[in-house]
């Protein structure tokens, strides 16, 4: 079972940098590959960077590439996302996701498990 739970965000000024955090409480985290997506107030849940089961390989939405880094530590069941130069459109909720069977995907719906979401506000 994965129980995935999100931390780090907040509110801050255009340009700065945030951490998130996803935890899984379960056993299983490393086989899974990871994503990270968001939402904002009346828009569908986007794609934002995924990461496969070693680490080795990412992938990035064009609207975050250059700008935010997705890593994970299979040892502490952690998937972060490091986003630097902040915009006021990359205000939303953030999710994190797990896959078994589907890679680097940006589909949501291949995804297995979800977090509950942390809220990121970017002023201007």
């Known amino acids: 079972q994965v129980q995935l739970v999100e931390s780090g965000g907040g509110l801050v000024q255009a340009g700065d940098s945030l951490r998130l955090s996803c935890a899984d409480s379960g056993r299983t985290f490393s086989i899974y590959s990871m994503g990270w997506f968001r939402q904002a107030p009346g828009k569908e849940r986007e794609f934002v960077a995924a990461?496969?089961?070693?680490?080795?390989?990412?992938y990035y939405a064009d609207s975050v590439k250059g700008r935010f880094t997705i890593s994970r530590d299979n040892a502490k069941n952690t998937v972060y996302l490091q986003m630097d130069s902040l915009k006021p459109e990359d205000t939303a909720v953030y999710y994190c996701a797990a896959n078994l069977d589907y890679g680097l995907t940006r589909d949501p719906n291949e995804y297995d498990y979800w977090g509950q979401g942390t809220q990121v506000t970017v002023s201007s």
């Open positions: 990461i496969i089961w070693s680490g080795r390989r990412t």
